[in-house]
Every structure is written in C-alpha cells, then in structure tokens.
C-alpha cells in the first residue's frame, strides 16, 4: 500500500496525529482518513461544479449534459491510482476470487434446486410462489440469506451425509 500515494499520505498523518497506535488501529484510522478527504473533495468539487456550470434548477441540470458530481482533478487521480491497485492486489486475489467462485457456485445450485423443485422451499414461499415468479420468489429468499445460512443450506441439499 505505501506504492500508494494516497495510502502513505495519510499513513503518515495518522502516523503523526497518533505515533504509540498499534499497525491495526493505524489501518484503521488510515482508511478512516482517506474516505473522509475523499468526501469532503467529492463535496467540495460538486459544489465548484454546480457554481461554474450556472445551473440553478433540477431541468438545468439534467438538460447540462454532463456530470455535476464530481472529484477533484488531483484527488480523481489519487483514487483512480487506489482502484487500480485494490483490483490487483485485492479483488482479484486468488483467495478473494476462490471464494467468489465457491460462493456462485452455491447461489447457481441453489437456485437451480429451488426453480426446478419449489418442494424444497419452506411452505410461506411456496404459497407466495403460486402467486408471484417462483425465479423472484427464489431471487429473494437467496438475497435475505447470510453467507452461513447459504452454507448450510447448500451442505443440507448436496452433502449426501448431511442429515435433513
């Protein structure tokens, strides 16, 4: 992270306000930093937008044909450096994306045992499927789901030795 100038920038100030913090509290506190300056800039340059561009109305500004929300040239730089660096580092790691892969494997089977056999869902949702799609019927109930209840459910439908 310290590649990142955003991340050392307020690494540092962190470093500085609170120099006996512990490295987590400091990540913490770090983070914490970085989404405030990027909100108060998102504000701030949102505000300069809206005065430069002259709109005063809501039609004005949908008629203007372009964004009005908006960062800072120096902070839009700062975050695009941020995003690229999370998305090699981060969203694509191979264990973030090994459980991506398990979990849509889970949500695919289990909407798929739920669509072609809605004996399997409770009986409030089988009375709310004769009246609606059973595919959002399922879509919801999957959605209102934890990580561990579709966990569970999925190991209760596939696991043969798992007791029903």
Same mark, same amino acid.
């Given at each position: 992270?310290?590649?990142? +100038?955003?991340w ?7 470093? +500085?306000?609170?120099?006996k ?11 914490? +930093? ?10 701030a ?6 005065a ?5 109305t ?8 372009? +964004?009005l ?15 690229k ?23 695919t ?13 409770p ?21 209102s ?6 966990l569970?459910?999925?190991r ?9």
């Amino acid at each position: 992270l310290m590649e990142i +100038r955003v991340w050392r920038e307020f690494w540092e100030e962190t470093r +500085r306000a609170a120099p006996k913090i512990g490295d987590k509290e400091a990540v913490t506190q770090t983070v914490s +930093r970085i989404i405030g300056a990027m909100m108060a800039d998102l504000v701030a340059a949102t505000e300069k937008a809206i005065a430069d561009s002259g709109v005063e109305t809501l039609q004005e500004v949908r008629g203007l044909g372009r +964004r009005l929300v908006c960062r800072s040239g120096e902070m839009a730089v700062k975050n695009h450096e941020l995003k690229k660096f999370l998305m090699a580092r981060l969203y694509r790691h191979p264990k973030v994306e090994a459980m991506r892969f398990k979990a849509e494997r889970f949500m695919t089977d289990l909407f798929g045992a739920y669509t072609q056999n809605p004996g399997l869902l409770p009986f409030d949702l089988q009375e709310k499927a004769a009246r609606e799609p059973l595919s959002r019927v399922v879509c919801d109930m999957l959605a209102s789901m934890t990580d561990r209840e579709c966990l569970d459910e999925y190991r209760r439908l596939f696991d043969p030795y798992q007791k029903v």
